[in-house]
């Protein structure tokens, strides 16, 4: 039992106390699910950056994806291919881990769920109303909060009607897959010299304002996506709950990650891409949204096989960490960013990009995007604990459910920990919980302390183990 203050007080003043209660074990952040994080978001931008770069946006990246494969666009295909859909079906994925996260957040405090999770679903909604209108027609979010509040209410039933809703989910989507597959098979095909030019077209001539527009009034074909993946993402959030609680991210998952690797990576990849670079056209449909999460789920075993074997977090986990750590600022971010440099209403360099030209012009573009979205997590996170959307949308939360913003001292420093690694704590008789200084690091913690009064919150720890309550991962973007 360690030595609290007050036993080191007792002691000078020779009275006998009771043994001081042992606070129970505060969880530890996985640092691999903040790495997961930020490697979907960066992964998402692989994909997405085509779209941005496409002189005609959207409209026209669909369209190209059944033109014929001739000279330099194997290289662009091949490219596509190789993160087509996959960090989609981790980002989906790690919406469910964060949900299963909350719910057992809740359990563990005694809070009936879902409870106010219907507000969390709101305000993200809302995010992905505003980055839908005015960033990115091919916004996620407001599909992952209508996902979100749904699975959210599957999980508060037993194990196994949430494994029957996961059959279920697989099957209409496989069933829809299918259904779409025959349908194409039997149209007759179209002729790509017939591809209407988009004119006016809103993405390089228009203001901010045309654009925003343009996609309101085409809302129902750019939500379209979303309404089809509404199943596979049930499927994706139960599945990455069920496998976050059978201890994926533990040394005793080593055997689900083996046979997650071994089908992701074994089977699905080398069908994935030998489809969608061979075949390509309408084919790229069932790699999307048929292979890649096989591919994704291979992807998540391998990151949490790493971070079991090798807990600590280096330089470029660091990074991504940070991406994590700020998912929803960074993929609001990267988008905005892009469309700033590519659109009409912003710099405008799209248009005038040659053919020839857009491969490494796509490839700088990304590799500055993501240096940027890089830098601006780094440097928010050395003052600041959550990203600024983060740190808007858990206010907007707790204003909305009703939470109060003060808590006792020794509540927040079991969330947040330190930076110098895990403080012991001592509970005293009257319930205070105070760093015992009889340790190390709780003797660092409290020295440097000093050195950050004029910090609103705690910096980012560089050691992703710190302890840290579960309810930390909710503000980031793989929660919801």
């Keep these: 039992m360690t030595e609290s203050i007050a036993d080191r007080r007792s002691d000078l003043t020779g009275r006998h106390c009771s043994p001081e209660p042992t606070t129970p074990p505060v969880p530890t952040r996985l640092a691999a699910l903040d790495v997961l994080r930020g490697v979907a978001i960066l992964g998402t931008l692989g994909t997405n950056i085509w779209i941005l770069t496409d002189p005609a946006g959207l409209v026209g990246y669909v369209a190209a994806l059944g033109e014929p494969t001739r000279g330099g666009m194997w290289t662009e295909r091949v490219l596509q291919q190789v993160t087509q859909g996959k960090f989609l079906g981790l980002l989906t994925i790690m919406f469910g881990i964060g949900l299963a996260i909350q719910q057992q957040s809740a359990t563990r405090a005694g809070r009936r769920w879902p409870g106010s999770y219907p507000w969390r679903a ?97 809302a129902g074909l750019f939500r379209l996506e979303a309404v089809f993946v509404f199943a596979l993402s049930v499927a994706l959030f139960l599945t990455g ?127 500055l995007v993501a240096l940027i979205i890089s830098l601006a997590a780094h440097l928010w996170l050395r003052r600041f604990e959550r990203g600024p959307v983060e740190w808007l949308w858990h206010v907007s939360y707790r204003t909305l459910a009703g939470q109060s913003r003060h808590r006792p001292i020794g509540a927040r420093l079991l969330d947040h920990g330190t930076r110098a690694g895990a403080v012991v704590m001592s509970v005293r008789g009257d319930g205070t919980a105070l760093p015992d200084l009889s340790r190390p690091a709780a003797r660092r913690s409290t020295a440097r302390s000093g050195e950050r009064r004029g910090r609103r919150q705690l910096p980012l720890c560089r050691d992703a183990r710190r302890p840290v309550s579960p309810a930390a991962h909710a503000d980031a973007l793989g929660v919801g």
């Design 122 to 218: 709101a305000l993200l909604f809302v995010d992905g109303l505003l980055n839908f209108v005015f960033v990115a027609e091919f916004d996620v979010l407001m599909g992952y909060a209508v996902t979100g509040l749904v699975v959210a209410f599957i999980l508060g039933t037993g194990q196994r009607a949430q494994l029957r809703w996961l059959i279920g989910a697989a099957g209409v989507h496989l069933t829809m897959l299918t259904l779409i597959g025959f349908a194409l098979a039997l149209a007759p095909r179209r002729n790509p010299a017939h591809r209407q030019p988009l004119n006016p077209n809103p993405y390089t001539d228009g203001s901010l304002w045309d654009l925003a527009n343009f996609r309101l009034t085409n």
């Design 241 to 367: 709950a069920r496998l976050f609680r059978s201890g994926l991210f533990q040394p005793e998952g080593a055997r689900i990650r083996l046979r997650l690797t071994t089908v992701g990576l074994g089977v699905a990849a080398p069908i994935d891409l030998a489809v969608g670079i061979a075949g390509g056209g309408d084919l790229i449909l069932f790699t999307r949204y048929g292979s890649a999460p096989f591919v994704a789920l291979g992807m998540l075993s391998v990151v949490a096989e790493w971070y079991v074997r090798h807990p600590r977090v280096g330089f470029v986990g660091r990074r991504c960490t940070e991406i994590g750590r700020t998912a929803l600022s960074c993929y609001i971010l990267q988008n905005l960013t892009a469309s700033i440099l590519c659109y009409g209403w912003g710099f405008g360099l799209a248009a005038h990009v040659s053919p020839d030209n857009r491969v490494p012009f796509t490839l700088g573009v990304y590799l």
